[in-house]
């Protein structure tokens, strides 16, 4: 009953714009033409919602969709996609995605490994990150064009390096660098890169807020609104 309720009210809602250009046209020249964008940055999937905690900064060019759930003073950057379609995906507190990130589950992971994302608290995904099907422990930073595949695990504290693509189902420890294609351990993280990777979430806390007002009259922002 109620997927028969969405599809009616998807239908009356198109209807009505149709009806809206149909007008256009048959005012002709006279006719007001208010500027309209289709792209919806919080998207349900059927009756799938994305859930937004406090102080969410999505920007107006990314996509989230379907089961996806953001913590407090998470932020998404511009042209991000994140679709929870076939499997949940979570972001926890203070972490970023920054732009041109992907981030998507599976309908099954390989060799039965749970199927969702989960990035953990305090996390930075670095620009067009590519993430499936895979896990993220608190504090950890992935580079930018990285790729982790199903069932890879980092666990806290870990980095992997810009370019890397992590293989299915491995494990990065706590505490070490991996790169490459295949990613391999690399060594141990140096005192300062650890208080950089602290740093760099709490950066992206202060400039989510600082992009936020300057998108606010846009389709996007804070949850809340």
């Known amino acids: 009953m109620s997927w028969l309720l969405y599809r009616a009210a998807f239908w009356v809602r198109e209807t009505g714009q149709a009806l809206d250009r149909l007008g256009c046209r048959l005012q002709g020249s006279n006719a007001f033409h208010e500027e309209f964008s289709r792209h919806r940055t919080i998207m349900n999937l059927c009756m799938q919602r994305p859930g937004l905690a406090q102080d969410v900064f999505v920007a107006p060019s990314a996509a989230v969709i379907g089961d996806v759930s953001l913590g407090n003073k998470a932020s998404v950057w511009y042209g991000c996609v994140l679709k929870g379609d076939e499997g949940k995906i979570s972001i926890g507190n203070n972490s970023n995605l920054q732009d041109g990130t992907v981030v998507c589950s599976a309908t ?18 670095g620009h067009n990150a590519t993430l499936r099907a895979c896990s993220i422990a608190d504090a ?3 580079g930018m064009d990285a790729t982790l595949l199903e069932g890879v ?11 890397a693509v992590v293989q299915p189902n491995t494990t990065v ?7 490459g294609n295949p990613a391999r351990f690399i060594r141990d993280l140096k005192p300062h890169e650890k208080s ?21 009259d846009g389709p996007a922002g804070f949850a809340g609104l």
Do not use: R
């Open 173 to 179: 420890a706590a505490g070490q660098v991996w790169g």
């Open 140 to 142: 950890s930073l992935i």
């Open 196 to 216: 950089f990777m602290q740093k760099s979430a709490e950066a992206y806390c202060a400039l989510g807020a600082d992009h936020f007002k300057a998108t606010k």
């Open 153 to 163: 695990q980092v666990e806290s504290g870990a980095l992997v390096a810009a370019g």
């Open 108 to 125: 099954s992971g390989i060799s039965g490994v749970p199927a969702d994302t989960i990035i953990g608290n305090n996390v930075t995904i």
